[in-house]
């Protein structure tokens, strides 16, 4: 993967964030609205930390951050747990601290380690996404919102047609930030 230096990067560093995609998750904050202090928020594929970084500053103190990983986090916030392990193996009930009800949102920034072939990639990537929705359905309370990375492909529209048979509201969000040559689109879903 090639290494990007650009604005967003040298940005992200001077504001103390790991990296840059903390750019996309705060523009859909400015667009949605979405995270509120207070709120609880699972951050699933977290890895370095930029997105629960921000969450975690977006919900404050009274709020709290599940941030799950197969790498460890390069932040440490507290009012954040982590968990390091695949998300296909974990359980709903194991994303929940401390008897947690339930949590006001779900992000996911998870993306396959790339082959190089975008079909491929797009299935993997997809995998991860319908795994997020799947978790998003067991630990969301009602209202609750996803924002979700998919990349663009043949399995897209039938993904989007899946969210929107869980959710009431599915909007497709390319932000600014992300690289003009980059596959990936965001799904706000509440």
């Known amino acids: 993967m090639k290494k990007v230096r650009d604005h967003y990067f040298k940005k ?11 750019y996309k998750l705060k523009e859909a904050q400015a667009r949605y609205g979405f995270l509120k202090r207070g709120m609880r928020v699972l951050d699933i594929g977290a890895c370095p930390g930029a997105w629960t970084k ?19 986090l390069s932040v440490s916030l507290p009012n954040c747990t982590f968990i390091k392990r695949d998300i296909f193996d974990l359980q ?10 339930g ?9 396959p380690k ?15 996404a319908d795994r997020a929705l799947d978790i998003a359905t ?12 998919v990349f663009q492909g043949e399995d897209f529209p039938q993904f989007r047609r ?4 869980v959710f009431k509201k599915v ?3 390319k932000p600014k930030s992300s690289r003009s040559e980059s596959v990936e689109i965001f799904l706000f879903c509440r």
């Open 12 to 22: 992200a560093k001077s504001e103390g964030y790991p990296a840059r995609s903390v």
């Open 54 to 72: 921000f969450a975690s500053q977006s919900v404050g103190r009274s709020g709290h951050v599940v941030a799950v990983d197969l790498n460890p």
């Open 92 to 101: 709903p009930d194991e994303l929940l601290p401390g008897g947690c009800p």
């Open 103 to 111: 949590f006001h949102a779900v992000l996911s920034d998870m993306a």
């Open 114 to 128: 790339t082959t190089g072939r975008r079909d491929v990639d797009h299935l993997r990537q997809v995998a991860l």
């Open 138 to 149: 067991m630990v969301l309370y009602p209202g609750g919102a996803l924002f979700c990375k």
């Open 162 to 165: 899946r969210c929107s048979q």
């Open 171 to 173: 909007s497709v969000f």
